[in-house]
């Protein structure tokens, strides 16, 4: 066997990826055809009516270490501000070293106890009775047909400021 023959069948050692690498930006084009692409395969909420809403929400999610398909699943636009679904907003609280769990999770109440990444801890409840109080009864069928997951979306976001958690504001 020659040396060349050798040297090839020599094991390498594996390339380490640098994850903290900047990587490099997107032109503001490409952007713009990524979400006319994903505009255009209808698989996109129905709000999303404009490429330019779309990169504006994939924006959005890259701030806070998002993908693009996530972003535009989980980031929604209310009164010309984007918000964090619940579910999204727990997981970015965990990602960040956060801690959570459900105290009371039912049809007319749920209770969420957090640690905050500092150390701080709080316990949040919303029940039907703080949704009556509130005017939410009244504002769709949500609450009568998904009770439990509407309270547990109110106890995740209400929790999450109380305890000083922001991930968009």
Same mark, same amino acid.
């Given at each position: ?13 594996p390339e380490v990826l640098d994850l ?6 997107p032109s503001f084009a490409d952007q713009?055809?990524?979400? &006319?692409? %994903?505009? #255009?395969? +209808? ?8 490429? *330019?809403?779309?990169?504006?929400? $994939? ?10 398909? &996530?972003? %535009?699943? #989980?980031? +929604? ?8 679904? *619940?579910?999204?907003?727990?997981? $970015? ?77």
């Open positions: 066997m020659s040396t060349d023959t050798k040297a090839s069948l020599t094991p390498r050692e903290k690498a900047e990587r490099a930006q713009m055809a990524l979400a &006319q692409t %994903l505009l #255009s395969s +209808g698989f996109l909420p129905k709000a999303i009516a404009t490429p *330019a809403q779309a990169l504006a929400i $994939i924006l959005t999610g890259r701030e806070m270490g998002i993908g693009p398909m &996530q972003s %535009l699943r #989980s980031i +929604g636009v209310i009164n010309q501000k984007p918000v964090l679904a *619940a579910d999204l907003q727990l997981g $970015i609280f965990h990602r960040d070293g956060g801690q959570s769990k459900w105290v009371t999770l039912s049809e007319t109440e749920a209770a969420l106890w957090l640690r905050h990444p500092n150390g701080t801890e709080h316990t949040e409840t919303f029940s039907l009775g703080d949704a009556e109080k509130a005017g939410l009864l009244e504002r769709g069928d949500n609450y009568k047909k998904y009770p439990k997951a509407m309270l547990r979306s109110r106890a995740i976001t209400a929790g999450l400021k109380s305890i000083g958690f922001l991930p968009l504001s």
